[in-house]
């Protein structure tokens, strides 16, 4: 802690223990308080915090961004392979991962082992060692999802071959992606990259993907907010429950694929895929929430966060005001439920650009519509509902379109401000999945966890940076 901190902090503190000593001795009740200064009690980031606190530059970006997410239309128009909707995968061998950005020697084992299985699958390479070679001879660019408008679960693999889901924003044409979901057990996003593993994905490319683009081109866009609000009122808060979302879906993609013409055999292969994997729906949720927040995007000194995202090492976040720029940290550990024989020594740190959901305002922020929630993830019904209200106080409103039954209908809190995140002290609720730290392996619980402090803390004092640069620019304009 800063020592202009420490010092006062010390006579407090010491204060406090006299009075409870005192309390104490004349029988009252000692409630126990816990409180740090803004900012992790660095002077230079309090001081600019303090600067951005109702500054009319940053209210007022922070009221166009939130605008502008809350007008994203986000729709399903088309499934694509990531070659044709992605331009930079025709052009070179280049394979998408989630998180901030990170190099393959850092990387932790479930996204190595997914890459191996991308490499494997694309036809690059014959043997895990041969793959892994190619990575190390730098014959293949790893990338974030996010660098291309894409997200992806977990390991977030996106490689050219692979199809993905097309989201567009119906308000300003813009389009998001995401691959798709391939159940659970041994799969790709948890690092298994085995023959089964690989079959599926090839089946995937070669069959499921054409009739589900057959299927969209019938349905027509399919807008994904409503369906996503219906969801809310079913139960799910579309990032790790998707029961009633991926059910919503089907009731749209059956009748779509039996007017397609296709062979009844394939279409009943899809559907049981389909009605097989209650999260199917997840990776839709997730590229219809990245629709929305990169309308949010790129408004100058809006302290609103447009990504969260977690690559097993670090989590970094965006803010709209500073554009592209990553402010990461280490992941918080998760809190939760692990699937038997397993514990934490076994877990990876956080992982996945599912976050993206929180960052949209479900997810963990919606967990009041989704009591049944905890049981995956840990907690009760209470807590549940406890961590919906407390991200009101970290949010720049509520979102009409996402309501919450057991709040009286009220809209999901969403549009995370760094400002408050760092000035109050509570940080963004983010429910997830466990995977196992050694590739393959696959899921080995879920529960609960935070975006860590310091990555706000960087972001609060860079924006604050690019405000003064603004002002001391506009100044000397004025003076000349």
Request: hydrophobic share 45%; proline share 6%; with cysteine.
């Amino acid at each position: 802690m800063n020592q202009l901190f420490s010092q006062p902090l010390k006579v407090v503190n010491a204060g406090l223990a006299s009075f409870a000593n005192n309390l104490q001795q004349a029988g009252g009740e000692v409630i126990n308080l816990s409180w740090q200064p803004p900012a992790m009690g660095n002077i230079k980031a309090g001081m600019d915090l303090v600067w951005l606190m109702r500054h009319p530059l940053v209210e007022q970006a922070n009221k166009q961004a939130f605008e502008q997410y809350l007008s994203a239309q986000p729709a399903l128009v088309d499934v694509m392979f990531a070659r044709e909707a992605i331009s930079a995968m025709s052009q070179r061998k280049l394979i998408l991962h989630s998180g901030p950005p990170i190099s393959w020697n850092n990387m932790c084992g479930p996204v190595k082992g997914a890459i191996i299985g991308a490499i494997l699958f694309e036809g690059w390479a014959t043997s895990h060692e041969a793959a892994e070679k190619m990575v190390l001879d730098n014959q293949v660019d790893l990338e974030p999802c996010h660098h291309y408008q894409a997200v992806g679960p977990m390991a977030g693999i996106i490689s050219p071959s692979m199809p993905l889901w097309v989201i567009e924003n119906k308000t300003n044409g813009a389009r998001s992606f995401s691959n798709f979901n391939e159940g659970l057990g041994k799969v790709l996003r948890f690092g298994a990259n085995n023959d089964e593993v690989l079959q599926r994905l090839h089946w995937m490319a070669n069959e499921l993907a054409p009739a589900l683009k057959k299927a969209v081109a019938i349905l027509g866009d399919l807008e994904l907010k409503p369906l996503m609000a219906q969801a809310l009122h079913m139960g799910d808060e579309v990032h790790n429950r998707n029961a009633a979302a991926t059910g919503l879906l089907i009731k749209r993609l059956i009748p779509a694929l039996l007017e397609s013409g296709l062979p009844l055999d394939l279409i009943q292969r899809a559907t049981a895929f389909i009605v097989g994997n209650d999260h199917f729906f997840l990776n839709l949720s997730m590229a219809a929430c990245k629709a929305m927040m990169d309308a949010a995007a790129n408004v100058p000194f809006s302290s609103m966060v447009t990504v969260m995202a977690r690559n097993g090492v670090n989590f970094g976040i965006r803010l709209s005001g500073t554009g592209d720029r990553w402010f990461q940290a280490p992941a918080n550990p998760v809190e939760g439920l692990f699937f038997p024989g397993y514990g934490v020594e076994d877990a990876a740190a956080d992982l996945g650009d599912s976050a993206i959901t929180e960052t949209a305002g479900v997810g963990g922020f919606a967990m009041a519509s989704s009591p049944a929630i905890v049981k995956f993830v840990g907690g009760t019904p209470d807590d549940a509902t406890n961590n919906s209200r407390r991200m009101q106080a970290i949010t720049l409103g509520g979102n009409p379109a996402f309501t919450l039954p057991a709040l009286n209908f009220a809209p999901t809190a969403a549009g995370i401000d760094a400002r408050k995140v760092v000035d109050r002290g509570i940080l963004p609720v983010i429910n997830t999945g466990i995977a196992h730290k050694q590739a393959g392996v696959g899921q080995i619980g879920a529960g609960i966890t935070t975006a860590p402090m310091p990555g706000f803390v960087e972001a609060i004092s860079a924006l604050a940076e690019q405000v003064r640069r603004y002002e001391e620019k506009h100044h000397e304009g004025k003076a000349s």
